[in-house]
C-alpha cells in the first residue's frame, strides 16, 4: 500500500513516527501550516515556522525516504489577531518556494469579518500563484462555516478542481460534492472521522475526488490513520486499485496541479540516510 | 521571435524517418536537423519528388521547421566515409549531390542545405571554391550553410568568412556553426562566434564538446557554456534553426533527445533569467527560488550564476545575499552559501554571518556547503576548526572543506584527536577521515 497523506503536522511529530509511517507504507505527505497549540504574537514567528516547513522538517523526513511538501498560510484562528495577521505581507515571498504545494489552511474558525478578509486575501493570493487551496472548515458550526466556505471560493474566481475543502463528515460532505471541489476527511480520534465511517461515506460516494488523511498533531492522534483506512477498505470489499486511487493517486493529482510535487523525496544530505534512524548529531 | 529547437535525424539513424520525426515533435522540440541519408529521404531515389512530397505534409502536420543536412557518411561511397568531397578531385560528385539536396529543400521549404568542405590539404582551397561556385550557381535559389568541421580545410569560423569573402560575398552562402566545434578548435567561446557570424548565420547546430577533441557530447559532458551561448544567439536576434546534433547516439535516441530538450530549456530558462536579473537586480527575488524546478540537478551552479550576474549590479550585494538566505530555503540556502565563492569577497562581513549561521544549522547539505573556498578565506579560524570538527560529527566526508590539507593546524589536530579518543572510549568507531586526517599528520 502506498500512501500520501495529503494533511499532517510532522512538526508535532517524533521520529517514531516518521520511523513508523515509512514502515506503513507513506511515501509523500503534505503538511499544512496551522496554529501550534501555543498561540503565536508576531509574525517572526510565523517566518521562523515557514522556514522550518520548507528546510528543517524537509531534511527530516528525507532521512526516512518520505517526500515532504507543504502548503503555507495564515491560519484561521490567528486571522483574528492583528499582530499576527501582516503574515499576509509576508506570504508571497514564501509561495514562490519549491516544496510549496498549495495555500493552506485558509477557511474559518469563529466566521468573523477578519476570517473573511485574510481569507479572501489568501484565495487571490492562490490565484496569482498559481497554486492550488486547502480550505479548513470549523469545529464549530461546521455546516455553516462550510456553506459560507462554499460561497467564497465560488466567489473568488478559483476553479472549484482547484480547491480542498476538509474535515469533512457526513453532514458536509454532499455540498462539497455538489460544488465539484476535493473532499477531504481527517481520520482523528474522538473529534472528526473513524474508519468504519469513513469505508461507510466512500461506498455512497465512490472514490472520485475523496481524499483521507491522519490530520495527526500535537493533540491525541495517529498517523497511521491512512493506512488503517486503507485496510478497512479492503476489509469492506474495495480493491486495491481503490485504495491507491483514494491513499495515493487522488493526493497526487490534486496538489500535482501546483507543478511543484517531487514525489522522491530530496536526497538527505551529504550522510547515507539508511544507516541512522534518526537525526544525525555524532550519535554514529 | 525566438530560435527554434530543434534535433538532427543523423542521431535518429536507426529510426524510420517518419518515426523518427514523430519523437522528435512528440518530445517538444519544434524543428529537425534532416540529414539526407541512404534510409532517410534518399535523394538517388527513383521516386525522391513523391517522397519529399510526403515528408513536406509530414513536417507540416508536425509543426516541425526544417534545415537539410548533407554529412551522410556513406551515400556517394560505400567504402570511403563522407568521400568524395568539395576538395577531392571528382568533385562533381559531391556538387551533384548538392544541387540535388537544394532540391528537396526547396520542395521542403526548408531553411538552407548546410554543407562542409572536406578531408584535404590547404592547396585545395581554390578547387574548394570552384566547388562551391558550382553549387551556388545550379538549382534552385536556396541558401547554404557552410559548416567549418574540425580537420577540414575549413575548420574554423574565419576559414569559412574568408572563403565567402573571396567567392565575393554572395547573398546566398552563408555559415552554419556547430557549437561544440567552437569549444574544440576555435580560439574564442561559441559565443564569441555566434557574435562574429551574426546576420550571416543560417543554420546551428547544439552539442558540447571538450577543447582539442571532436567528439559530440551530451550538454553537461563537456566545456560549453550552454546558458551562455543561447543567450547569444538571442542577442543577435537569430531566429533560424538550432538542432542538437549527437550522431553517435542514435542507439538510445529518444532517452537521449529527452534529456538533451531538458538540458536546454533549463539553460534557456537560466539565460533569461541572467538577463532579467541583470536588467532588474530586484528580480533575483522571484527567479532565485524558482531555479530549483527550473533547472533540476543543476540548480547549484544555476543559484550561483543568478548570484553573479546580481553582484555585478546590485547597489548592496550584502544586502541581497543576506535577504535571499533569510527567506530561502534550505536549497536556497544552499546556493547563497556555494555562491560566496564567486560573490562573497565583495561582501565579506555578510558573508561571514551567512557562513556562521549555516554553521549552527543541523542540516548536512548546509554545513558542507558553508566550508567552502570563502569560508577559507574568511572565516575566523576557531569557527573554522569547529566546522570541520562538526562535519566528522556529522558524518559529512571532509572532501566537502575547501583546502583541508592546506589549512589543518596543529589546534585542529589536537581537536580531532581528542573526539577519536572519546569515540574510542565510548566504543564506537572513528570515522576514516578523522584517521585519515590524524594519520596524515603523523
Known amino acids: 500500500m502506498r500512501i500520501f497523506d495529503p494533511h499532517i503536522h510532522m512538526t508535532s511529530r517524533t521520529t517514531d513516527d516518521y520511523e513508523a509511517m515509512r514502515d506503513a507504507g507513506v511515501r509523500a505527505l503534505v503538511e499544512p501550516a496551522f496554529w501550534l497549540g501555543q498561540p503565536r504574537t508576531n509574525v517572526g514567528s510565523f517566518v521562523d515556522y515557514f522556514d522550518s516547513l520548507l528546510g528543517w522538517e524537509r531534511f527530516r523526513a528525507a532521512q526516512f525516504g518520505i517526500a515532504h511538501h507543504c502548503a503555507l498560510a495564515l491560519n484561521p484562528k490567528e486571522a483574528n489577531d492583528p499582530r499576527c495577521s501582516e503574515v499576509l505581507d509576508v506570504l508571497p515571498r514564501y509561495l514562490v518556494k519549491d516544496g510549496v504545494v498549495a495555500v493552506g489552511e485558509v477557511g474559518y474558525d469563529s466566521m468573523t469579518p477578519e476570517e473573511d478578509d485574510a481569507f479572501a486575501r489568501q484565495l487571490e493570493l492562490a490565484l496569482r500563484h498559481d497554486l492550488p487551496v486547502l480550505v479548513h472548515t470549523p469545529h464549530r458550526d461546521k455546516q455553516e462555516g462550510t456553506k459560507r466556505t462554499l460561497d467564497v471560493v465560488r466567489e473568488s474566481g478559483l476553479a472549484p478542481h482547484r480547491v480542498l475543502v476538509d474535515h469533512l463528515n457526513e453532514t458536509t460532505v454532499k455540498m462539497v460534492a455538489d460544488a465539484g471541489c476535493w473532499m477531504g476527511f481527517s481520520v482523528y480520534p474522538d473529534t472528526k472521522m473513524d474508519e468504519t465511517r469513513m469505508v461507510a461515506l466512500l461506498a455512497e460516494y465512490g472514490t472520485e475526488r475523496m481524499l483521507v488523511n491522519s490530520a495527526a498533531d500535537w493533540g491525541r492522534s495517529d498517523p497511521l490513520k491512512t493506512r488503517k483506512t486503507g485496510l478497512a477498505m479492503l476489509d469492506a470489499g474495495f480493491g486495491e486499485s481503490d485504495v491507491d486511487t483514494v491513499l495515493w493517486r487522488n493526493p497526487v493529482e490534486f496538489y500535482g496541479q501546483s507543478g511543484r510535487l517531487e514525489l522522491e523525496p530530496v536526497a538527505a544530505g551529504a550522510v547515507d540516510a539508511a544507516t541512522g534512524s534518526s537525526v544525525l548529531r555524532g550519535e554514529r | ?442
Not at chain 2, 554553521?359 to 578565506?377: C, I, K, Y
Open chain 2, 1 to 442: 521571435m525566438t530560435f527554434h529547437l530543434g534535433y538532427g535525424t543523423n542521431g535518429f539513424a536507426n529510426h524510420r524517418l517518419d518515426d523518427a520525426l514523430a519523437v522528435i515533435a512528440d518530445l517538444g522540440y519544434t524543428a529537425v536537423a534532416l540529414t539526407l541519408d541512404h534510409h532517410h529521404l534518399d535523394p538517388f531515389a527513383d521516386d525522391v519528388g513523391k517522397q519529399t512530397e510526403q515528408v513536406a505534409t509530414r513536417l507540416q502536420e508536425l509543426g516541425l521547421r526544417v534545415v537539410v543536412e548533407t554529412g551522410a557518411r556513406y551515400l556517394l561511397d560505400p567504402r570511403r566515409k563522407h568521400h568524395p568531397t568539395l576538395v577531392s578531385e571528382d568533385q562533381e560528385v559531391r556538387v551533384d549531390f548538392l544541387v540535388r539536396a537544394k532540391q528537396i529543400a526547396a520542395d521542403l521549404g526548408a531553411d538552407c542545405v548546410s554543407f562542409w568542405s572536406g578531408v584535404g590539404s590547404p592547396d585545395a582551397w581554390d578547387h574548394l571554391k570552384s566547388g562551391v561556385a558550382a553549387v551556388l550557381e545550379t538549382g534552385p535559389s536556396v541558401p547554404l550553410g557552410l559548416e567549418p568541421e574540425p580537420g577540414m580545410v575549413v575548420e574554423r569560423l574565419d576559414q569559412a568568412l574568408r572563403l565567402r569573402t573571396e567567392l565575393g560575398n554572395p547573398d546566398l552562402l552563408r555559415i552554419t556553426l556547430d557549437v561544440g566545434h567552437c569549444v574544440a578548435v576555435e580560439p574564442q567561446d561559441a559565443a564569441a562566434c555566434i557574435r562574429q557570424a551574426g546576420e550571416l548565420l543560417v543554420n546551428v547546430q547544439l552539442d558540447d564538446m571538450l577543447p582539442g577533441v571532436h567528439e559530440h557530447l551530451e550538454f553537461g559532458e563537456g566545456q560549453l557554456d550552454l546558458p551562455a551561448t543561447l543567450a547569444a544567439l538571442t542577442g543577435i536576434g537569430y531566429t533560424g534553426v538550432a538542432a542538437v546534433e549527437l550522431p553517435r547516439h542514435s542507439h538510445a535516441a529518444p532517452d537521449v533527445a529527452a534529456r538533451a530538450l531538458r538540458a536546454l530549456r533549463a539553460a534557456q530558462w537560466l539565460a533569461d533569467a541572467e538577463r532579467a536579473v541583470r536588467a532588474d537586480p530586484a528580480a533575483i527575488d522571484t527567479l532565485f527560488p524558482a531555479a530549483g524546478r527550473a533547472v533540476g540537478a543543476g540548480q547549484d551552479a544555476a543559484r550561483v550564476r543568478l548570484l553573479t550576474a546580481f553582484a555585478d549590479v546590485a547597489d548592496d550585494p550584502a544586502d541581497g545575499l543576506t535577504r535571499l538566505y533569510r527567506y530561502g530555503t534550505s536549497a536556497e540556502r544552499r546556493g547563497v552559501l556555494c555562491g560566496l565563492a564567486e560573490v562573497g569577497d565583495r561582501a565579506p562581513a555578510a558573508g561571514v554571518a551567512l557562513v556562521e549561521d549555516a554553521l549552527r544549522s543541523n542540516e548536512t547539505d548546509l554545513v558542507a556547503a558553508a566550508l567552502g573556498p570563502f569560508a577559507t578565506r574568511h572565516l575566523g579560524r576557531h569557527a573554522w576548526r569547529h566546522g570541520v570538527l562538526k562535519c566528522l560529527f556529522m558524518g559529512i566526508p571532509l572532501t566537502a572543506v575547501d583546502g583541508l590539507d592546506r589549512h589543518s593546524d596543529a589546534e585542529l589536530l589536537r581537536m580531532v584527536a581528542a573526539f577519536a579518543d572519546e569515540r574510542r572510549a565510548a566504543g564506537r568507531p572513528v570515522p576514516a577521515d578523522a584517521l585519515a586526517l590524524l594519520g596524515k599528520a603523523s
